[in-house]
């Protein structure tokens, strides 16, 4: 039987596999990045009560109008414009799906979109699905720089969209000010769309602030703005994320998500509305517990041989391997993501997958950290036992 011609690009998740590869040996699971920790209890309690309230048909397509409230009070002071609930935002089945939402209502068959690697695995296959070609520009190493003038090169009259990623998955990037002025000069000297995916927007370190590339007076009304609570508030199994854009976008975003999946699931999304009126003493403290458990997964690279830079946002750190005294550190990342976790028990991701460029990331991983502090001790001590270190 013959098939569509998009998906001979990609296969299914290697994230995903490796998560079914850790449970299927006892491995610890530092590869797909989710919490092992619980959800904080008032959410949990919100989302039995929106139940119990009868709050379980098709809400409104473009999300729970009280959670598009909630969302349209805290984006108008950051992004720096009146931001309406009823026709700036989308509420959607997970980041993934607004990512595919917005691809798909800007890019045509033929077009070319930026996208930055290493890059979440998700982002090829949204411009895929849109009939569009990605077209890769690498941070580069030691300190994963988004190069400007590498920026610059990768646009001609064929490029319609750019995507960025901060704080980034998985190098840990927060870009700055002189990183984002090169984004803005490529969007606007080509007349791009942004699209900005900031699902680790709360998750920053050593006093950093976020800032929304959408909030930049260059880009207010070429951007459309991702973001998503699962990260945040534990609930990566809730599927919620949102689409942020100026009318014009907007307007092209709610309709393919209208036919794509009709709406979020509606008693989660009456329970989420609830965690942003979380107080910030609550990501104050989120903050410093990400901040020891930073502490703890770099001092266990550091122990048994990786080389890693260290993250300055979000919950990853892409640590090389070619420098470890053992036989296995001469392998591809692919082969050796998946020893570590076969014979080592702890799961990982191979970087190179996250690279479309050959080349790339052939001698590194990804390790994910939101976990225990007793987890990630655990995961250690099978490292060094298992590295001889």
């Not at 990605?134 to 995507?163: K, M």
């Not at 800032?211 to 880009?219: T, Y």
Request: some cysteine.
């Amino acid at each position: 039987m013959q098939t569509a011609t998009r998906v001979t690009h990609f296969g299914e998740s290697v994230i995903r596999e490796m998560t079914r590869l850790s449970i299927q040996h006892g491995a610890i699971n530092l590869s797909q990045g989710y919490p092992d920790f619980d959800t904080p209890e008032a959410l949990k309690q919100a989302a039995v009560e929106a139940i119990r309230a009868g709050e379980n048909q098709y809400t409104i397509t473009w999300g729970h109008p009280l959670l598009r409230q909630k969302l349209a009070e805290l984006y108008t002071p950051r992004l720096g414009w009146q931001v309406d609930p009823d026709v700036h935002i989308t509420v959607t089945c997970g980041v993934s799906e607004a990512l595919a939402a917005s691809m798909l209502a800007v890019l045509d068959p033929g077009d070319q979109i930026i996208i930055i690697e290493p890059a979440h695995e998700s982002f090829h296959p949204c411009a895929h699905f849109a009939g569009a070609e990605p077209v890769a520009v690498s941070l580069q190493r030691p300190d994963y720089r988004l190069d400007p003038e590498r920026l610059a090169a990768a646009a001609n009259s064929r490029t319609r969209a750019l995507v960025l990623n901060t704080p980034h998955n998985p190098t840990g990037r927060v870009f700055d000010a002189e990183e984002l002025a090169g984004v803005i000069r490529t969007v606007v000297e080509n007349d791009l769309v942004l699209i900005t995916d900031e699902i680790y927007d709360r998750i920053l370190y050593d006093g950093r602030q976020h800032v929304s590339p959408g909030s930049l007076e260059p880009l207010r009304e070429r951007t459309i703005t991702i973001g998503g609570l699962s990260k945040t508030f534990a609930i990566t199994g809730w599927r919620l994320g949102y689409v942020i854009a100026p009318k014009t976008l907007a307007a092209a975003v709610r309709p393919v998500h209208d036919f794509l999946t009709i709406c979020a699931a509606t008693p989660l999304q009456a329970a989420a509305a609830t965690a942003l009126d979380f107080p910030e003493s609550y990501y104050e403290q989120m903050r410093l517990d990400y901040h020891d458990r930073r502490k703890v997964m770099m001092e266990i690279l550091d122990s048994v041989g990786f080389n890693a830079v260290q993250p300055e946002g979000a919950y990853y750190v892409l640590a090389d391997y070619n420098g470890l005294d053992i036989p296995q550190a001469d392998w591809h990342a692919d082969r050796f993501g998946r020893w570590l976790t076969t014979d080592v028990g702890v799961a990982v991701v191979p970087a190179s997958r996250l690279y479309s460029q050959p080349g790339y990331g052939e001698h590194s991983v990804r390790f994910a950290y939101p976990k225990r502090l007793e987890t990630l001790r655990e995961a250690g001590e099978r490292l060094r036992q298992g590295l001889g270190a």
